[in-house]
């Protein structure tokens, strides 16, 4: 038998591989663990004292192993370096062998933010429960996590991700709860990090107390800046001031499927700050009574090529499809707004969407067309003019020439669930969207067959590729 140097390099490639999937195995940590790393692992599943501290998981966990998590309270405490997570490892995944940590089957792993009540409040960013903080190949999966903070608190989440890559949470219930102060609060900080995956979660309570006296500026359940490569698809958003706020270097963010209601205010709020925001695409999502879909105020810099389409737009009595430019600013380009069901049945004349074609006509979305604008409701364009019909629309602008004001006729409007959303055999939105290389379905529900919002079935796909097989050595 010949060994030529390729097949040396093979030979080399496959033990390597096989001495990375070696080492990895499945380990437990309890909220009572004291025993040692080695002694944490093995066939039979360990508990309570048998298992490990989390603070020995994270410290020792590596590529291509698997943390469970066993059920009950876990306390992350304080007193790490600025907005570094109490829980991360300091290691990280790889590609074909990530880091996964994850609630063991049937259990329920829950996690308070590290800053405990009846403490004094510190003055900004308090620390995370858990994220990721310098790595790569992480996921977290299946956890319940509780903000305990409500005032008086800068930039502070539940879950943080920094200067990370290949991150992903899935499969969680984010609890917030009712803010009097908050500056930049959140469940989710996205920082400086790159393909980021949100994912099957649950992610609710983060709305204003009534009492509150001042503004909650950029307040949200995810808030992100500085970022690429974002995927949210799969989630519940409800009961929270804002839902997906981003602002400063925004590139690649991708919002779909999710189902998004009772919002205080948009559902995503594109704010691009000192450095451009670019390629952005909600379509597919299931949004109901929520005041704004997409909102893009006051940018100071370039927002470009947005994408709004094939979205389900539920009101009762109030709501924005789209705010697309801004009066007093040049900046936005390229932006499409197609495909969408907004249908308003509570009475009114609530803002179906503004535009803007001032102090340049480049502002105006490229593509606005195709969209089913049912019940009550009028355009505006620059805060000034108000149209009543889609033909004085139609007219003005010479936008949404096929767009349609036809009853969508879902299966249950009102419903509380976003299947409560799917089209009638007989709607009129089945055969006017925009066709070509996108739907000629209007709506979310394109198949009738998508899964949008959370499951309780979904399953992360976080499996390492197989190691090649069946290879004839020359």
Request: glycine share 8%.
């Amino acid at each position: 038998m010949r060994t030529t140097k390729a097949t040396f390099a093979i030979l080399m490639c496959l033990s390597g591989a096989f001495a990375v999937s070696a080492h990895a195995a499945d380990y437990y940590v309890s909220p009572t663990g004291t025993a040692a790393w080695a002694d944490c692992s093995g066939a039979t599943p360990l508990n309570e004292t048998d298992a490990c501290s989390w603070q020995t998981g994270m410290a020792n966990v590596a590529a291509g192993d698997t943390v469970y998590f066993r059920g009950g309270v876990y306390e992350p405490g304080e007193g790490r370096p600025f907005d570094e997570p109490a829980m991360h490892p300091v290691r990280s995944g790889t590609a074909a062998n990530p880091i996964v940590l994850k609630a063991y089957p049937g259990e329920t792993p829950v996690i308070h933010e590290a800053y405990r009540p009846g403490a004094v409040a510190p003055a900004s960013n308090t620390d995370p429960a858990l994220g990721c903080y310098r790595n790569s190949y992480v996921t977290w999966d299946g956890f319940t996590l509780v903000r305990n903070l409500d005032n008086g608190y800068q930039a502070s989440a539940i879950v943080r991700f920094e200067l990370s890559d290949h991150c992903t949470i899935t499969n969680s219930d984010l609890i917030g709860r009712p803010h009097m102060d908050q500056y930049n609060g959140s469940l989710i900080h996205i920082v400086q990090s790159r393909f980021i995956t949100i994912a099957n979660n649950k992610l609710h309570g983060m709305s204003r107390d009534p009492n509150a006296v001042a503004t909650t500026v950029n307040t949200s359940a995810i808030w992100s800046f500085d970022f690429e490569h974002v995927n949210i698809f799969n989630n519940d958003f409800y009961d929270n001031y804002g839902n997906i706020s981003t602002k400063v270097g925004t590139s690649f963010l991708n919002i779909h499927h999710n189902h998004i209601w009772n919002c205080g205010s948009a559902a995503v709020r594109a704010i691009p700050q000192t450095a451009g925001t670019t390629d952005i695409l909600i379509y597919q999502n299931v949004i109901r009574d929520c005041p704004l879909v997409l909102d893009s105020p006051d940018p100071t810099e370039l927002l470009y090529n947005v994408r709004v389409y094939n979205n389900t737009v539920y009101n009762a009595g109030s709501g924005t499809l789209a705010v697309i430019g801004n009066p007093r600013y040049q900046w936005h380009r390229n932006a499409e707004v197609f495909n969408n069901i907004l249908s308003n049945r509570g009475g009114g004349n609530p803002l179906l969407v503004r535009y803007f074609n001032s102090p340049t006509p480049e502002q105006m979305p490229t593509y606005a067309d195709n969209n089913n604008f049912h019940g009550a409701g009028h355009w505006n364009l620059n805060y000034q003019t108000d149209y009543t019909t889609l033909a004085a629309w139609r007219a003005a602008l010479g936008a949404d020439l096929n767009s349609i004001t036809s009853d969508p006729q879902f299966v249950t409007a009102g419903g509380l669930n976003p299947q409560d959303y799917k089209l009638e055999a007989n709607s009129p939105a089945r055969t006017a969207g925009r066709g070509g290389a996108y739907a000629t379905v209007i709506g979310a529900y394109i198949t009738g067959n998508e899964v949008i919002g959370y499951s309780p079935s979904y399953v992360a796909d976080t499996t390492p590729p197989a190691a090649p097989s069946n290879l004839t050595v020359q």
